[in-house]
């Protein structure tokens, strides 16, 4: 067990360069997910961690010692592939105790460690098949006791779930969460899937263009996102955002979002806002759980406003419903009960207690 | 009131074949049509071959039908592996093959896991450069070489030439560029996350290329084993050339030169030499191609 640090840490390909100077830090036993769109350098990274990718620039350290030079099997970790990369002519017992037996760890414990493994991953019966006789979820546990076995100072994970059916993935995502309950090895876990970053995390990582964005626990992430990018990222459906601006009425604090619609800030937000320039080009966040039906006898800083929706997506527990403003597209959540469907008017409400505000120029939340 | 008519007789238009069908069908036809005349193509010397090595010369100068054995005898057969001289040719060619195909994988294998998988510098060209060289024609390569070995011999007295072992030499140029070329094509193929997952659990290069490569990779060694098999036991130029003396002559060249005796030819025995010759190849292809069937790949990574 140990921590991970990763200093200034940069990986230039001849022009391009991948990872933009990272630094992060990795507590003991802590699960961390770098999560990001395809191409933001989270696998380049795990990569560089693993000891498959040189570094161009920086330092990474693993349980204190600088690991920049040292090759992958000296560095006392393991990694789970999206495809598994299990060993095709062996069978799921020898697969596991690959790296025990080059090592030359005796019988005795190798044994051991396997059933321990398979036990703990509910394969035992599995143990004499080779991968092509097991499905697809099997393969990925079979690839996961192979990295347990090791008993390593780290585990790496890359995407090691976008092979699975959607049904296996959200089966597989408590089985990892289990397994880290249970050997509690530094993690670090690569996604492009918020929901599976969010899930599992101790702490996310996002990633934008060989940048870190944000690090922080998921509900962080998800309520104080620091920039647009993860706002936007974080969140299914994604967060609305359209333009805006501040203005002041008779001392109060209001947003306006088209001539005819503004909304009255609620105290708390007023205060944190009223120093941002009211001539500044703005953003408006709202996540989608915050524009619900109009009920009424609606609490304070929840405004209602009237919309005709364009498109409904009727989930079972709720409706999620479309509609458009100055251009800009909306989502917002409803009770599958509030009569919302595709072309009527409706009355909907807007929760500015939990209103983000960004500056459209540079995307940083205020 | 009448009882309900029912139609048994099912539908009265005519029932179509859906297109697809139809195509299916006629590929069919066209590709066991081809496959026939193939089939014939490739079969009728081998024939020949079997009829004609079951006559006497008598028969075979007689102007009866060639397609029949009137009189069968086995005394060709009896004739040429009663014969030291044929037992030779066969054993040196026995050596040299299992001498060349070893050296050929030894090579080779390594060769192809080195430019497919160390990317080091100029590998990429190394490994074109691999497969330009096979383009070469072994007719053009034979004079150099013979004047190669004679150089060699004049300077360390090492005498090379009319010696069997020197195809020892001699046909790896044929074998290791083809077989490393083969090989890289089929190491290309093996996922670069099966090497990382070995290295990882802490295999060297080495390690990885034993335990890991060679037998994810057997069915294409296999084939690029029976290759430079074929090819060392086919090989008709370099040994008409480089050796000289019976005793040292391999299969193909010594049918050739102890069978014909100026302008009379020895059909017979030269077409059971022939057929004895072929035995070996044919006897290793059906072997391992069972095995080379079987021990695909499936279930490394995704799919």
């Known amino acids: 067990m140990a921590e991970v640090s990763l200093r200034k840490v940069v990986k230039r390909y001849d022009e391009v360069e991948a990872v933009r100077g990272i630094d992060l830090d990795i507590a003991d036993q802590e699960f961390v997910v770098l999560v990001g769109p395809s191409g933001c350098g989270k696998s380049t990274t795990l990569r560089m961690i693993a000891g498959l990718e040189d570094i161009t620039d920086g330092d990474i350290t693993i349980g204190g010692d600088v690991v920049n030079d040292v090759p992958p099997k000296d560095r006392d970790i393991a990694m789970v592939f999206q495809n598994y990369a299990l060993y095709p002519h062996m069978t799921v017992a020898e697969n596991m105790s690959f790296g025990l037996r080059l090592k030359r760890y005796p019988k005795a414990e190798i044994k051991s460690r396997v059933t321990e493994a398979a036990r703990m991953l509910d394969i035992t019966d599995l143990i004499d098949r080779k991968p092509k006789q097991l499905s697809g979820g099997q393969r990925q546990r079979v690839a996961m006791g192979r990295a347990i076995v090791r008993n390593p100072k780290v585990f790496l994970f890359d995407e090691p779930l976008s092979n699975l059916d959607a049904k296996l993935r959200v089966q597989m995502r408590i089985e990892i969460k289990k397994v880290h309950q249970k050997v509690r090895t530094t993690t670090v876990y690569v996604t492009h899937d918020q929901v599976e970053a969010m899930t599992l995390a101790d702490r996310v990582v996002v990633m934008n263009k060989g940048k870190i964005e944000q690090i922080g626990t998921p509900n962080d992430l998800y309520h104080s996102p620091a920039t647009r990018f993860v706002a936007g990222f974080i969140g299914s459906p994604a967060m609305n955002f359209v333009p805006c601006r501040l203005e002041e009425t008779a001392g109060a604090l209001n947003v306006r979002v088209t001539d005819r619609l503004t909304f009255p800030l609620p105290p708390a937000r007023a205060a944190r806002y009223k120093n941002v320039p009211r001539s500044e080009r703005l953003l408006l966040g709202i996540r989608p759980e915050h524009l619900t039906e109009a009920s009424g006898h609606d609490g304070p800083g929840v405004e209602a406003f009237d919309t005709v929706l364009d498109v409904t997506e009727p989930m079972g527990m709720e409706t999620l419903v479309y509609f458009t403003l100055e251009g800009a597209q909306f989502c917002g959540r409803v009770d599958p009960n509030a009569g919302a469907h595709d072309g009527v008017p409706f009355r909907m409400a807007v929760d500015l207690n939990n209103m983000h505000l960004l500056n459209e120029a540079t995307g940083v939340v205020l | ?303």
């Open chain 2, 1 to 303: 009131m009448s009882s309900l008519a029912i139609d048994k007789s099912g539908p009265t238009r005519k029932v179509r074949y859906g297109s697809m069908t139809r195509d299916r069908l006629w590929a069919l036809r066209w590709s066991y049509f081809f496959l026939t005349i193939f089939a014939i193509f490739s079969l009728v010397p081998p024939i020949y071959m079997v009829i004609t090595s079951l006559k006497s010369s008598a028969e075979i100068g007689a102007a009866t039908n060639p397609w029949w054995v009137f009189h069968p005898t086995l005394s060709n057969y009896k004739e040429l592996l009663g014969s030291n001289q044929f037992l030779r040719f066969f054993w040196n060619s026995a050596i040299v093959s299992i001498f060349v195909v070893t050296l050929t994988m030894l090579i080779s294998v390594p060769a192809a896991f080195a430019l497919s998988r160390m990317k080091f510098w100029g590998s990429a060209t190394l490994a074109t450069g691999v497969f330009l060289t096979y383009l070469i024609p072994d007719s053009l390569l034979f004079l150099p070489l013979f004047k190669m070995f004679a150089v060699i011999g004049d300077y360390t007295g090492i005498q090379l030439i009319n010696k069997w072992y020197v195809l020892l030499f001699l046909y790896p140029t044929l074998t290791v560029p083809f077989c490393t070329w083969i090989m890289i094509g089929y190491f290309a193929s093996i996922p670069k996350e099966l090497d990382e997952a070995a290295i990882i659990d802490g295999a060297s290069w080495f390690q990885t290329l034993t335990r890991i490569f060679i037998p994810v990779a057997l069915p294409g060694i296999i084939a690029a084993t029976i290759f430079a098999f074929t090819v060392s036991w086919a090989q008709f130029l370099y040994p008409l050339v480089f050796t000289t003396s019976t005793d040292q002559l391999v299969m193909p060249v010594g049918i050739i030169t102890t069978l014909i005796k100026g302008d009379v030819f020895n059909w017979g025995q030269i077409m059971t030499g022939a057929l004895l010759g072929a035995a070996p190849p044919l006897i290793i292809y059906a072997f391992l191609m069972d095995y080379y069937i079987a021990g695909l790949t499936a279930g490394a990574t995704k799919g």
